[in-house]
Nanobody
Framework: QVQLVESGGGLVQAGGSLRLSCAAS????????MGWFRQAPGKEREFVAA????????YYADSVKGRFTIFSDNPKNTVYLQMNTLEPEDTAVYYC??????????????????WGQGTQVTVSS
């Protein structure tokens, strides 16, 4: 079974940067891609970014395009989310997720099969 462990969250001032990591263990050849989602208090979980393991195709939410970058280190089974120019609106718990499907929605949590426990990101104004 796939296990995902996020790290790298913390408190940062607006305009600052953070890099999140997601280490995957137990990953099999059926794992197709990894994604990042976030959930702020009182809000639904929302898509942030995703990347395919093979080919490195990437997908981003409009709200983070140009500020966040997702990339992977395949030999380490690790996916990263580099977050620059952070805004208070980026404050949330960030989750990484693994998906096996090529065809389900990239932007909905139902498209993903395994989830990490999350890491808190807080951006102060």
């Amino acid at each position: 079974q796939v296990q995902l462990v996020e790290s790298g969250g913390g408190l940062v001032q607006a305009g600052g940067s953070l890099r999140l990591s997601c280490a995957a263990s137990g990953r099999t050849v059926s794992s197709y891609a990894m994604g990042w989602f976030r959930q702020a208090p009182g809000k639904e979980r929302e898509f942030v970014a995703a990347i395919t393991w093979s080919g490195g195709n990437t997908y981003y939410a409009d709200s983070v395009k140009g500020r966040f970058t997702i990339f992977s280190d395949n030999p380490k089974n690790t996916v990263y989310l580099q977050m620059n120019t952070l805004e208070p609106e980026d404050t949330a718990v960030y989750y990484c997720a693994d998906r096996t499907s090529r065809f389900r929605s990239w932007y909905q949590s139902s498209g993903y099969d395994y989830w990490g426990q999350g890491t808190q990101v807080t951006v102060s104004s």
